[in-house]
């Protein structure tokens, strides 16, 4: 295994360019000429989950901060917390991370702990399969259509949540109970994602129901009123006013 310091700064501009290697001496990571590794020693642990942290992708917070994080924006230092839905205490720690132009991809270990062992459970039964940052240190750029941009940003936390800013940021087990994990493809999703509420994410191509309507999700949207004024070019309306209400009584009566 590689070994490095046990913290290490990596901003805009520098030049961090290392691979991990796991004990059979294959490579996990390769540094890409766009991108940087970040790297320290773990400790022994058994339960590892890596997925994407963060990307450019528009996002709006559970406070309603509309922001767009640009990886290359950022900044860090390992070893960084892993949270549980931002609240108080440690999970787990984030080990690496490989950052492009596009992502910033993290790879962390969750405690043999019973606080470990719970959020291992809502991992592990998919409850739990998506990361969330917490932005500090920010440094205000421009707003363009209402999203803030950041000349720079550190990466205060990771943590592990059911409903993320940003969909990109999900993740997948990769190590249990010290074994690898395959990860199988994850099945078709029904189109039909329920009745709108604000504070839920609908991806491109998805449905919802809202006063009766069957809406249609041009884009990725959270916030969106179907047919309200700023509605217009994130939804589509595909049944008006019709039998649209029979989608939402059939998945309750699912559920």
């Not at 994602?193 to 309507?213: C, E, I, N, V």
């Amino acid at each position: 295994m590689v070994r490095a310091n046990n913290e290490r700064d990596f901003g805009p501009g520098s030049m961090i360019n290392r691979a991990y290697h796991g004990t059979d001496g294959a490579a996990v990571w390769k540094s890409a000429p766009d991108g940087e590794i970040v790297e320290t020693e773990p400790a022994n642990r058994r339960r590892w989950i890596e997925g994407i942290a963060s990307t450019r992708r528009p996002s709006i917070s559970g406070r309603g901060n509309k922001m767009i994080l640009s990886p290359m924006a950022a900044s860090v230092r390992l070893p960084l917390s892993l949270k549980s839905g931002h609240d108080r205490g440690e999970v787990g720690r984030v080990h690496y991370l490989r950052r492009t132009a596009d992502q910033i991809i993290a790879l962390a270990a969750v405690y043999d702990t019973p606080a470990g062992d719970h959020l291992w459970s809502l991992i592990r039964s998919g409850e739990v399969r998506s990361f969330s940052v917490l932005a500090s240190d920010q440094v205000d750029d421009a707003v363009v259509d209402g999203f803030l941009h950041l000349k720079s940003w550190r990466i205060g936390e990771i943590s592990c949540v059911r409903e993320p800013a940003n969909i990109d940021c999900q993740f997948s087990i990769i190590l249990d109970d010290g074994q690898p994990v395959h990860v199988e493809p994850m099945p078709p999703r029904v189109p039909y994602a329920g009745a709108w509420k604000s504070d839920q994410w609908f991806k491109t191509g998805s449905f919802a129901t809202h006063r009766g309507s069957l809406w249609h999700a041009n884009v990725d949207t959270k916030g969106i009123v179907p047919g309200g004024a700023d509605g217009n070019r994130c939804w589509q309306l595909a049944v008006k006013n019709g039998h649209a209400h029979k989608l939402e009584d059939k998945q309750e009566a699912e559920q």
